[in-house]
């Protein structure tokens, strides 16, 4: 009989509490591919992207990122229908601060009124009376970042969401927001092959805020055959994108890496990279490389 560490991998990434009440296993999902081409419209398979979404809460996953651009809302609805009623230990997150105009067209929009009516939408579209972590997608410069921030406080207060996180800023820009209000995430890019985002992780473990990097499992040129990850990947019969976020996991304990899918066999491998533990020097090797 399979043990339970077994039956759910993604248990043996660990765990971390986002904003320190929000105890989620670190080796989430996110819901971006679960829609159409350019992020626009329905999935080709709805009842796979159902599927994917029951399999990763059946392999352990507690945390699943979304956002209301994704889509718009397709995601979110695919969440609600696959999920709703949540489990207890379901932590689902998602984002506002996007307008979509069609495929592939992403335009950043801050005005509060916007911010409370997607808000609004999303706890519609997911079920839900609070959303645990509430993002800001994308901060717009052409809105004062008090008057965004503020908007979202606002929510916060009438118990609307729980949890405030930021996506794609800088350090300067974290502490910034954390003078209007209590910031818990940071959602950035961030892989083995691209760390230019490598202080604002360092503000992150510094300050106990939970890091969630996007397009996780990006190796670059280090999956070419003969590469770095060859050898590494041979001693624990892995693939590369296996390896990209085990390294990540090793990184640090606030990292919550949430690769994404809209395959079932795809997110078994995704979540099987919990249970590939790197010694110190494969790590270092893998770090280096880039």
Not at 16 to 33: N, P, S, W
Not at 61 to 76: K, L, M
Not at 156 to 174: A, D, F, N, P, Y
Not at 177 to 206: G, M, W
Request: charged share 25%; glycine share 8%.
């Amino acid at each position: 009989m399979a043990s339970k560490a077994e039956a759910r991998p993604a248990k043996a990434a660990g765990t971390y509490r986002i904003g320190g009440d929000l105890e989620v296993d670190r080796l989430g999902y996110g819901a971006m591919q679960l829609t159409g081409p350019g992020v626009w419209g329905d999935p080709k398979d709805p009842q796979e992207a159902v599927r994917v979404l029951r399999r990763a809460v059946e392999l352990g996953v507690t945390f699943i990122d979304t956002a209301d651009s994704y889509g718009p809302f397709v995601s979110e609805l695919l969440i609600r229908e696959a999920l709703h009623p949540y489990a207890d230990d379901l932590v689902i997150a998602t984002k506002a601060g996007f307008t979509r105009a069609g495929p592939g067209d992403w335009r950043p929009l801050g005005r509060p009124e916007y911010l409370r009516q997607q808000c609004e939408l999303s706890l519609r579209h997911l079920g839900l009376d609070c959303i645990p972590l509430y993002q800001l997608h994308r901060i717009d410069a052409t809105v004062p970042l008090a008057d965004q921030l503020g908007e979202l406080a606002l929510l916060k207060q009438e118990g609307k969401i729980r949890h405030i996180g930021l996506s794609e800023v800088t350090v300067e820009q974290v502490e910034a927001a954390r003078k209007i209000t209590p910031i818990v995430s940071v959602q950035n890019l961030y892989n083995l092959a691209d760390r230019h985002f490598e202080d604002v992780l360092e503000y992150c473990e510094s300050n106990d805020l939970a890091f969630i990097p996007w397009f996780p499992i990006a190796t670059g040129n280090l999956a070419r055959p003969g590469g770095p990850l060859d050898a590494i990947a041979a001693e624990h019969s892995a693939t590369p994108a296996q390896l990209a976020l085990a390294w990540l996991l090793r990184r640090s304990p606030v990292m919550l890496p949430i690769p994404g899918t809209s395959s079932v066999a795809h997110l078994e491998e995704n979540v099987a990279a919990a249970e590939v533990k790197l010694t110190d020097a494969e790590f270092e090797a893998l770090a280096k490389a880039t």
